[in-house]
Every structure is written in C-alpha cells, then in structure tokens.
C-alpha cells in the first residue's frame, strides 16, 4: 500500500519546511506554498511519498509549524 | 416524452407552462392539501433499507452539482457509521451560485416534496436528525411546511448565508455544527463523521425531490425518462436571454433542443455557460446535457445553470466578471485559492480589455495551473475550469483582443 502527504491547506501558511525536506517532491508557488513537483491527475497538490522519502515526511509531518501535513494511504 | 415544467418569468410567480406530471405537478406555491392531491400521502411506514435499492435501480445522481450517485451515498453511510451512531440527513438548498435559481423555485413551490425525500432518505439509513438548510428566502414557507407535518424525526430548519460557498457538502456541515459556513479540511468523510460528529448525508433539495416520487412509484418509473447512463429528468436555471426560466429536462437532453423548448432560436445562440461560475462555456450544437462520461458530446450539468450569452456581449468579459466575483467569493482559508484566483483575474481582465500581447493569455495559464486542485474545496477547480473553457471557446475573440479588436464590437476603445 502506498502513502501520500496530504496537504490541508486551511491550515497551510507557507512556512516553507516541507518543501526543504522533500525538495524533489515540492517546489514553492509565486505564493511561497507547497507545490508538487509532478501531477498525479487532479493538481498539484498531495504527493506520493515513496519509501525512501518516508522519513522525510515523516519529519515534515512532525515538524510543520501549523499542523497542516498528514500521511495517509494513497487513495 | 417532454415535460414543460414551469417558467418563471422573472420572478416565481409568474406564467405557468403545462402542468407536468414531475417535480411542479402540484402547482403554483403548493400547500400540503394541494401536494397530497397532487402526488398522494406518502406512506413513510413503509420505507426501510430496502429504498437504497430503490434507489440504486433508479440510477438517481446528485443534482446538486456533482452527481454523485445518490444510493452509494447512502450506503457509505450505513458502513462507515459506527455501531452506536445514529445518521444525519441535511436536505441543502442553499443556492449561492448567482446564475441558479432552480432548488429556490422548487422549495418556493413543491416544499412538501422535498421534505417527503428527507423523510425517506432519513427512513433509509435510520436517521436519527433531520435538517433543511435554506437560504432566507426559502425559510417562511419551509417553516409552516415543517409545521404542517407530524413525522418523527422532526425536521429542523437552518438559515443558509447567502454566501457562493455556503452550498458546499463540508461548509454545510461546519455551518450546522459550528455556525461558520466555510469548507472544512476532510480528514475523515462526512460518511462517518459529519455534523456534530455524527456520519452525515447531505442531498440537494432537488434530489430528494426525486427522491419522494421514486419512493412512490419505483425505480423503472423514473427511468422512464432521460436514458440509460443518465436516467430522470433534472431542473435547469435558465438565463441569459430573454425572461429566465426553470425547466425540467430529461438527462442527456440535447442543448439545441432545450433552447428551442425555451422559445430561443438555437441556431443564433453560440455561446453558453454550462454549470455556472463553476461549469464551461460551450458551443450548443451537438451537445448533451449529462454527466461525465454518460454521453457522447456530454456537457457536465453542474448545478443545472444554462446562461446564454446574450447577443452583442463579449464573452470574454462577461467571464472576466465572473471571475472577479470568484476571486472575492473566495472563503480565504487556503492560499493557493486567496492569492491565486485574484492573480487569475487581474490576468482575466487585461485579457479582457485586450492590446496587451500574449503576455496576460500566458500569464492566465500558467497561474490557472497554479490554483487548480490546490484547495480544500472546489472553488479553485471550478475557477480554472471556467477560465480554460472561455480562452478555448472564445479563443477567435482572444486574438481579436491581442489585435485591439474584438468579434462583438466593431470598434474598440484602446
């Protein structure tokens, strides 16, 4: 079963550390918000986290300054 | 197999088309004598678990906007609740999209049909609270049709803010728990946890309309109209040109002929937006109105909006308008939405005004893909779906604006 960073982004601010533990998954917007690197369909928003990558969302997840990260199941 | 439907002619009360044996059958602003005459009682007794299967038979989709279909809805509800919880059912008829009009006509006139489908909806999945969401001018009439009911549970009615964004399934719930209609990030579904954290079902009013007479004459009934990948009938806002008008149409009706049952000549309308804010503009020739993927040359029905651009406006800018009013309507909780869509619109609007080069068409499309998905409601998707839809549909008024020109106009002012 594969795992995604789900972004709520009521909560989001662009404090931008996401998107220094995972910069190969997220760049920044014109906004400084997290933007996802590839498009799954639907956007480019929540992204797939590979096992290599766990630890680093996982780090996100914990550290993000407004609670805005969840890892979930991959719909 | 046509319905007329009604019309009304600016406002709810005016002329009537033929009486249809569907959703208006009881008339003109009908009271619960004149529903039961029209429609007979409802036996509610005898709606239990089995109706889901009713209604999966029937092929019924959400005519909310999103035509989710209405049975599996329901059954998600009954799997994920848990053992003790007992189910919400919200009937919403909050109607902020500006070009719709139809579930404020049909709460106007056929309330007690609605109410009918909570009751069953409710019945069907054992709900223990009831609730109809209105905006203020729908609230009168739902109350004395509350108050002319004697079922148990009782129906609760909630003032809706006249707000774009109040009609949203996640801003519903957050409205009725918190009082704060704004979208809520769903981490778990409304399914299983909704209003005051009980598993929830919010239908559109005009579901549940169906609702109530698939509950009295069955599934095949229903299916007796519209066709197989998009059964029924469904309301349409019509706007745009001349009076505007409600009209009930069968699924995958073809948009030529509904303009001609409008008394419009199809053949002059070129131009008309399909779902509203939120929906696309298209050329009507050869279209259907139908879901995703229920129709070749399909045009999703959103919310059931069809506004005809009038002739001699410019169509990019009456979505340069419209885009405007998104931006604004924005309920600023995700940045991506808040920053995005008043980017999107400045671009819109120099589109707009034209004479500028291909700098603010490049501009629109980059930010379009900035904003689309990035939310925690649909508000920046349909937004960008919008926008796409005018630079391809009005895509020879585009390089007649980049040239200073324009199709509409003759002339144009610099």
Same mark, same amino acid.
């Given at each position: 079963m594969s795992t995604e960073l789900h972004i709520d982004w009521t909560r989001c601010d662009g404090r931008g550390l996401c998107t220094e533990l995972l910069p190969h998954l997220l760049a920044r917007d014109d906004w400084g918000y997290p933007l996802a690197r590839r498009d799954r369909g639907g956007g480019l928003s929540d992204v797939e986290i590979g096992v290599n990558d766990l630890a680093a969302a996982r780090d996100a997840v914990a550290l993000c300054p407004t609670f805005a990260l969840l890892l979930r199941p991959s719909p | 197999m046509t319905f007329a439907g009604l019309e009304t002619a600016g406002s709810a009360t005016g002329p009537w088309g033929r009486e249809s044996r569907q959703l208006f059958a009881a008339g003109p602003f009908a009271d619960l004598g004149r529903h039961e005459l029209a429609f007979g009682r409802l036996t509610l007794e005898r709606i239990d678990r089995s109706f889901i299967s009713d209604l999966e038979g029937s092929g019924l989709t959400g005519r909310g906007g999103a035509a989710f279909s209405s049975w599996r809805k329901m059954v998600a509800t009954n799997r994920d609740r848990g053992r003790a919880a007992q189910a919400v059912v919200v009937a919403n008829g *909050?109607?902020?999209? %500006?070009? !719709?009009?139809k579930d404020k006509t049909l709460l106007a006139h056929a309330p007690h049909l609605v109410l009918d489908g909570l009751l069953a909806a409710g019945r069907a999945v054992g709900a223990g609270q009831l609730y109809i969401y209105a905006g203020e001018a729908s609230l009168a009439t739902l109350r004395s049709a509350v108050a002319a009911r004697r079922e148990n549970p009782r129906i609760m009615v909630v003032p809706a803010p006249e707000t774009f964004i109040a009609g949203e399934a996640s801003a519903v719930v957050n409205s009725i728990s918190n009082g704060v209609a704004l979208p809520m990030d769903l981490r778990r579904r409304l399914s299983s !946890? /909704?209003? =005051?954290g009980r598993p929830t079902l919010v239908f559109n009013v005009e579901t549940l309309a169906h609702m109530a007479l698939i509950a009295r004459h069955g599934a095949a009934w229903f299916r007796e *109209?519209? @066709?197989?990948?998009d059964p029924g009938t469904r309301l349409v806002s019509r706007s745009g040109y001349g009076a505007e008008q409600v009209l009930e149409v069968e699924g995958g009706a073809s948009l030529p002929g509904i303009l001609s049952r409008a008394g419009l000549d199809p053949a002059t309308m070129h131009s008309v937006l399909v779902g509203g804010f939120h929906g696309e503009w298209v050329h009507p020739a050869g279209r259907q109105l139908s879901p %995703? /993927?229920? *129709?070749?040359g399909g045009v999703h029905p959103g919310a059931g909006v069809l506004h005809v651009l009038p002739a001699g406006e410019c169509g990019l800018e009456a979505t340069a308008g419209m885009v405007r009013y998104l931006a604004a309507a924005s309920a600023r909780q995700c940045g991506p939405c808040m920053f995005g869509l008043p980017a999107m619109s400045q671009a819109m609007d120099a589109v707009a005004r034209g004479g500028h080069g291909p700098g603010p068409v490049q501009e629109l499309e980059r930010v379009s893909r900035l904003v689309d998905g990035r939310g925690s409601c649909h508000h920046p998707d349909g937004s960008v779906r919008l926008v796409r839809s005018a630079l391809a549909i009005f895509s020879d008024d585009v390089a007649a604006h980049l040239a /200073? !020109?324009? @199709? =509409?106009?003759a002339t144009r002012d610099p």
């Open positions: - | *909050a109607e902020g999209e %500006p070009l !719709s009009f !946890s /909704g209003v =005051r *109209a519209g @066709t197989i990948g %995703p /993927g229920k *129709a070749d /200073g !020109s324009c @199709t =509409r106009f």
